[in-house]
Every structure is written in structure tokens, then in C-alpha cells.
């Protein structure tokens, strides 16, 4: 169900980062369904050809490029290859993200550093090498997939929290530098969102309800993918270097109870 126009991103092509799972996958499909020739890009090959040919069975195009985007020679190797096979790049969703649910003496030294290698220095890495090769010339959109619980302490996710802070600090300091190149930046940030790796993991530890919020139910991943497509157009025009959440008001709900139903 959507309420835009299905033709809105026509001509546009659009690179998810971590495109062949979870959040990722239903934002490319959104993308796609609403015109756009889609990218997805990872490590796993097999998780991206799969996801590649469930797109393409619902009439998407869409390609893929296997990529570590920790790694600066294979984002700059993905940037040439979508110059190559595409021909232009107008929006990129960077969502690719490590996570996994521990205690900070629980995470090792390398675990910390890779969680913040993949979601702060991969963001800085896909947004820079697409800012310089295609969006400065012709402006475009950047939304960086982040969370909404890194300005509270929060219990198991020092990792996750420190660097998805990056994130939204990157988020505005890429809006200043790039706005004047037409170039718009945001930040969404999903709470916990039903039928994803995210969920699961923290389903299998002790944590609070994740339903628990003012709206009453987790989120859905349409729901994350419905605020990246807006962001993306022209409704959106004059939205930049914020962060917002998509979260069923769990990040203003001070109290986290649930109230009872008449
Ligand atoms: P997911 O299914 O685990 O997806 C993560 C994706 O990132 C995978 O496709 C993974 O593919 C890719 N990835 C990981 N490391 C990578 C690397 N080094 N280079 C390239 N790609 C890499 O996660 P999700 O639950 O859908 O979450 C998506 C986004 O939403 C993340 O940014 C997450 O922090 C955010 N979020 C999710 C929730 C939730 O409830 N699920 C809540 C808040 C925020 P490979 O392993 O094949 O590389």
C-alpha cells in the first residue's frame, strides 16, 4: 500500500547499502516499485542474487555489487562499476549495519571496532566517494538508516549507540557541506521493527517489550521504507540534516507504559 504516485522516482537510480536483507531489501523494493532503478550492495553474494531475482519477479530493476563497505578500495571499485553499468547514481540509502546485543564487557575489543567501522566509517565511505563521483554534479538525496536511542544510555548497544551518534552527527555536517550542491541529507531512524535480523536478536535476550510505545505495535519495515521514499522526493524539498524517527513515539514516551485500552 503506498500513497505516492508510482512513477515519482522514474529515471532515478538509487544505491541501498545492506539492500538484500531485513529493512534494507523493503527499501529497495519501495524504491523500485516507485520507478527507480535500484543498486543493492554487500558481502553475502548469495543473499544478494536471491534478493535480486525476488525483485525482479516484481517487475524492479535492479542490479547488485558485492561490497565491504569498510573498505574504501571496494566502495570506490562499487562507485566505478555503477558508472559503468547504470550511468548515474541519485540516491543513496546507506542502511548497511552490524549489531548484535551485549554488555560492554561482553564485546570484545575487534567487535566494538567493527560495529562502528561498518555504520559510521561505511557511511562516511559510500557518502563520499557517491557525492564526489556523481551527486556534486547533479545534486540528489543521501538517507542514512540510524537509531533512535543514542542520545539516552542504552543498556547493551554502547557499540551500536556510539556509532549510530556518528551517524547523526555525519548525517549534518554532510547537509551543510553538500547543500549547496542540491544535495539533501537525512537520517531515519526505525524502532524496533517487526521480521528482521535487528528484532531477532534482541528477542533471544532479556530486554523490555518492544511494543511498548504510544502507538501500540512494532513498526513494520514499510513503515522505515515509506519515510526514506519521502525523503527522497520533492515533498520533502526542503528537509536536510535532520534525524527522525519512525518509531511509534517510543523515543518521546518518557515513562515506556502502556496505557490502559476503554
Ligand atoms: P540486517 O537485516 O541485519 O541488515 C544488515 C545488512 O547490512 C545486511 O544486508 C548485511 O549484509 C549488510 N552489511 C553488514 N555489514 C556490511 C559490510 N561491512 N559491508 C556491506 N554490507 C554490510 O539489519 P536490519 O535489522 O534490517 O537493519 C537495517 C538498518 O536499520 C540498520 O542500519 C540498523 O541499525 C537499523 N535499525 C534496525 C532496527 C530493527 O529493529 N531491525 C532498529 C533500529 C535501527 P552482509 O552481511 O551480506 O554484508
Redesign the pocket.
Known sequence: MTVFRDDLLKERTALV??G?????KEIARTLGRHGARVCI????QE?LEAATSELEGEGIEVSWFA????EGDQVDAMISGIRDGLGSLDIVIN?????FPAPITGISYNGFRSVVD??LR?TYNVSKAAFEAFLKERGGHIVN?T?PFQNMGVSLQAH?AAAKAGVDSLTRTCAVEFGPYGVRVNAVA????AD????DRFEKVETGNPAVCPLGYVGAKQDIANMVLFLTTDAASYVTGQVINVDGGTSIDAFKLSLPKE
Open positions: 547499502t545492506g538484500a536483507t531485513g529493512i534494507g550492495a554487500s558481502r553475502k543473499n561490497c565491504d563497505i569498510r542502511n548497511a549495519a552490524g549489531n561498518i555504520d561505511g538508516i537509531a551500536v526505525p524502532g524496533a521493527t528482521t535480523e535487528g528484532l
